[in-house]
């Protein structure tokens, strides 16, 4: 007999793979895994030939709104979402850094008016040490920061 939710597959859901090590955490925020009743599978440092240690998440009985997509993104350029249906696949896409995050990150900068209103980010590809970073530049104070370090969200 086989176990109908066994999470290594997902029947109904999504699966969100090659995720940069250690950002899985993010996502299973912005998708309320800690406080919803479904069904989820994490890998953490699983072995990725592409970034030498990757996150996985697998959700079921779960749907992405564009917004959710976007916000993810944020967190995982370059992952993988699938969309799952009946055990196949019925969509994929490669997530890719949305132009603007609206209302997530709180501006570090403490005397930026942002911190009474909702936040609004441009995003950008910063170049440290021929690494690619995420950027992020407040649309209040004007002031550039790099996505980690952003200590607080709006989760
Ligand atoms: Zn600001």
Redesign the pocket.
């Known amino acids: 007999m086989m176990a109908k939710k066994h999470i290594g597959y997902i029947e109904n859901g999504i699966n969100i793979d090659h995720i940069p090590h250690g950002n899985a955490w993010y996502i299973m925020k912005i998708l309320n895994l800690f406080s919803s009743s479904s069904q989820a599978g994490v890998g953490l440092n699983l072995p990725s030939h592409k970034l030498g240690a990757k996150d996985l998440i697998k959700v079921e009985d779960r749907t992405l709104t564009q917004k959710e997509v976007d916000i993810i993104s944020l967190f995982a350029v370059g992952s993988t979402l699938s969309v799952i249906k009946n055990f196949v696949v019925i969509d994929k896409q490669i997530l890719h850094l949305p132009p603007e995050i609206n209302d997530l990150l709180v ?3 403490k005397r ?4 009474e209103y909702n ?1 609004k980010f441009r995003t950008f590809i910063k170049s440290i040490n021929e690494r690619s970073c995420t950027g992020v530049k ?6 550039e920061f790099l996505l980690e370090e952003i200590k607080e969200y709006k989760f």
Do not use: A, G, I
């Open positions: 501006c570090p900068n930026c008016v942002s911190q936040s407040c649309h209040y104070c004007e002031r």
